[in-house]
């Protein structure tokens, strides 16, 4: 039986090399369009109007969600927009990361059932120019997404418009 060149397995190994390139590069750039899509506001726009209150406009997902990358306490967090939930809910892997103190325990009632939750506060949530102070919220351990439900807590204090498929939050008039 004849053995190879070594031309010929350089060849080959080249190929696959390239072929595995290929798809990193793909997979990379395919990430980035995914990403984008489930969250379109992770660079969030937003603007001073002409009240002088500060204002976050944000996009639609595909599935019809509202998401995006903001912070709290200083940290870099992706929040799903959520007015059926009363407090904002936080997971607890991201509540230990995030460094926020457990006040007692309490039952809620989530779409996913009856489960028990910790108070906590938050002392500086952002999103683009918006800053919240004192902040009610849950540490739910049930829950194992890495997103944040940003509930009425905070949503109370903003002023919040539809219009099509985009959402702008705006700071409340302060009186």
Same mark, same amino acid.
Do not use: C
């Given at each position: 039986?004849?053995?190879?060149?070594?031309?010929?397995?350089?060849?080959?190994?080249?190929?696959?090399?390239?072929?595995?390139?290929?798809?990193?590069?793909?997979?990379?750039?395919?990430?980035?369009?995914?990403?984008?899509?489930?969250?379109?506001?992770?660079?969030?726009? *937003?603007?001073?109007? %002409?009240?002088?209150?500060?204002?976050? /406009?944000?996009?639609?997902?595909?599935?019809?969600? *509202?998401?995006?990358?903001?912070?709290?306490?200083?940290?870099?967090?992706?929040?799903?927009?959520?007015?059926?939930?009363?407090?904002?809910?936080?997971?607890?892997?991201?509540? %230990?990361?995030?460094?926020?103190?457990? *006040?007692?325990?309490?039952?809620?009632? $989530?779409?996913?059932?009856? $489960?028990?939750? *910790?108070?906590?506060?938050?002392?500086?949530?952002? /999103?683009?120019?918006?800053?919240?102070?004192?902040?009610?919220?849950?540490?739910?351990?049930?829950?194992?997404?890495? %997103?944040? &439900?940003?509930?009425?807590?905070? &949503?109370?204090?903003?002023?919040?418009?539809? $219009?099509?498929?985009?959402?702008?939050?705006?700071?409340?008039?302060?009186?």
């Amino acid at each position: 039986m004849p053995q190879p060149s070594p031309t010929n397995q350089l060849g080959k190994a080249f190929t696959w090399i390239a072929w595995l390139l290929a798809l990193a590069i793909l997979s990379f750039v395919f990430q980035d369009a995914l990403e984008e899509q489930f969250n379109p506001n992770q660079n969030p726009q *937003y603007q001073v109007n %002409e009240q002088g209150l500060n204002e976050v /406009i944000l996009k639609q997902n595909r599935q019809g969600h *509202y998401l995006t990358t903001g912070s709290i306490n200083g940290i870099n967090v992706t929040f799903l927009l959520d007015t059926g939930a009363t407090q904002v809910s936080i997971p607890a892997h991201l509540a %230990e990361q995030l460094n926020l103190p457990q *006040y007692g325990s309490f039952r809620v009632q $989530t779409a996913n059932g009856s $489960t028990l939750v *910790y108070r906590t506060k938050i002392d500086e949530l952002r /999103i683009g120019n918006i800053l919240l102070y004192n902040i009610d919220a849950n540490i739910n351990p049930s829950m194992q997404t890495n %997103e944040i &439900l940003l509930g009425m807590s905070a &949503l109370r204090k903003l002023d919040f418009q539809q $219009t099509g498929k985009q959402l702008i939050l705006r700071e409340k008039h302060a009186f």
